[in-house]
């Protein structure tokens, strides 16, 4: 069946590096694929969506691109900021039209 | 303002007892679910509603019953409570149910805690 797979549960960076969150998954149908971000206390929300192969959306200075090939849809930035402390999820959808899987989490944690 | 409400925000209970989450959408969609987040499983989803009607249903256990009295409301009544059902309840919405690149809208969560 259709999966996620974050492989990471935590990430420690120092402020300023980039950062890279890997997310692979499993899909029967053309997939949608989702980041969504959850701050502490606070509700899970998008940062960003891609189901066209090799487009790269960005959005506050994350980016993702969606590699069918490698079934792969990795979360990037190029510089760590303190306020992108936060667990990230990779989520996916297909084409069937049913519900979003969450993959198990990313803790990013920035420090100083 | 917060568009999507879910009340309570935290809830204890007993084992044994029944409690209903209450959750409501003000952003004019059609679809709406039941996300859990536990330390187990992180974000499970549990069940969609697209115009007041049952799409999808991935609870294995009929004490978790969701109850639309209207399009932009979806609660969630669990009965016989289990300290195992100790989770954050989030209810999402989107534009629509089963367009695939639909974007979830979380509501803030309400946390259950069952003795």
């Known amino acids: 069946g259709d999966s996620v797979t974050q492989t990471e549960g935590l990430v420690t960076l120092t402020e300023g590096l980039p950062v890279m969150l890997n997310c692979t998954y499993q899909?029967?149908?053309?997939?949608?694929l989702f980041w969504y971000v959850q701050h502490l206390n606070e509700a899970p929300k998008l940062l960003l969506k891609s189901f066209t192969d090799n487009k790269r959306p960005e959005h506050q200075g994350f980016h993702a691109t969606l590699h069918k090939s490698s079934s792969s849809f990795h979360l990037q930035k190029s510089s760590a900021q303190l306020s992108d402390s936060a667990l990230y999820y990779c989520a996916l959808s297909d084409g069937s039209g049913t519900y979003q899987r969450f993959g198990t989490g990313t803790k990013l944690q920035v420090v100083p | 303002d917060p568009k999507i409400i879910q009340k309570p925000k935290y809830l204890v209970a007993v084992t044994g007892s029944e409690k209903i989450l209450i959750c409501e959408q003000y952003?004019?969609?059609?679809?709406m679910y039941w996300y859990r987040q536990s330390a187990k499983k992180p974000l499970e989803f549990m069940f969609s509603?697209?115009?007041?009607?049952l799409m999808d249903n991935q609870t294995a256990s009929s004490r978790f019953q969701p109850q639309s009295s209207k399009k932009n409301h979806l609660d969630l009544q669990i009965t016989a409570l289990k300290p195992d059902d100790s989770a954050t309840y989030f209810c999402a919405s989107s534009r629509d149910w089963g367009g695939g690149a639909e974007t979830l809208y979380f509501g803030s969560g309400t946390r259950l805690t069952v003795l």
């Open positions: 952003l004019g969609h059609n679809a």
């Open positions: 899909s029967t149908y053309s997939p949608f």
């Open positions: 509603y697209s115009y007041q009607k």
